[in-house]
């Protein structure tokens, strides 16, 4: 079976066995999402971060104590059900499963974030080309000096994602990605990378850099890998997070996160 | 002074002086929001319950335990600049204060919540009538058999508003309302009230009823009086809410809630 046409519950229990290189692909038409699961004792202060920031940390779902299915993973199980996870203690990676039920207490809440796969989708099927998927390549991301709005124990800064667009397609790219405020939404930046904080587009922080065609300007979209970020640095006992491309296929359509 | 071209802090240093009948009208372009505050120990419940149900609960923003003021109301007291709370014990009203500075403690969260007037003017800016600003009137709200998604300790029906609208004008109030998703967005239900449980548009559980003009169709919105509803059918210990129709005027504009 191709893994386009895949349903999300038999993309999941692929990923149930065996792990795969990306989720990228995968049951084409369905959100995908990130994950972090906390202890319930700092469920409130990230929630809250997440109400503070939407465009980094857009919240699809979460479940609580005790669950480990929802609407979004019918039948699943959040614990297995993602090729592979990154388990942090205290900030630091301690290991890669690809089955985090070891970690999985009755007291962990586990948050999915809307991934911005489901916008480039958008972008493509209107005709604006997306660069690193042309050349084949992870998006670059890049750490900005834009302050996250803090709430409790979170506070940090906003990770972006570049794609540089055609300057004759920047207002549609804008226009097309306002529509999916639960995946990103509209760009938080156009233009001149300096002014937050990016010095060399050539290096980014996570991901991996791309060729910039003539002619483009480079757009700034929050990216999923913020809170992440935030949740590391903020060094919480332990955080169970999905690994890097390799998400939660969901079974929400990516249209029913299109507005209005 | 008119109240329509107060600014925010003008009107919430009047209602921090004395009360009034309604604050609608009041600092026109501005959002207005209902308040519910609880104690810190629910306040993941309701958080979650409000990312879960969007459309009645949609989240402007929350005072953590400490806090009473925000950028939503820059140097405010949200203890005292709404012009009268309503005060549960228990689910049950003890206390109609103008002043709440005496309930509130080093743990109280605030949560507030959109308010259906910023999507009335909207319609009204587009040439869609609202029958009960014509007819002088509170909007009619009726409780419904729509379940809620719970969360937590919170669950219950939703509560809806009723805005009948001409027939031509139905699709136009659906467009402009959704491009609203934090103010209760687009309608729930068109037509039909029989099939939500309502028997009679003529007896509203809340507010007032309206004429309903010939050729016109019943809409029904979510209803920010959901939350309330839910709160106190929960039963907390105690929940501090503005009273109906007195809502807190917030310093955001309206349009900064249009999307895209």
Redesign the interface.
Known sequence: MQPSTMTPAQARALFRERDVATTAGYSAGYAQANLIALD?RY??DF??FA??NPKPCP?L??L?PGQVASPLLACGDIRTDIPAYRVFSHGSLIDEPTDATAYWTEDTVAFLIGCSFTFEQALLDNGVPVAHIAQGRNVPMYLTNIDCEP??VFSGKMVVSMRPIPASQVADAV?IT??Y?AVH??PVHVGDPASIGIRDLDAPDFGEAVDIPAGTVPVFWACGVTPQSIVMSSKPELAICHAPGKMLVTDARDLAYQ??
Do not use: T
Request: no cysteine; hydrophobic share 45%.
């Open positions: 319930k469920a409130f929630l809250l109400q503070r919240i779902g979460v609580e709430a409790g226009r306002s529509r405020p939404g509209a507005v209005p």
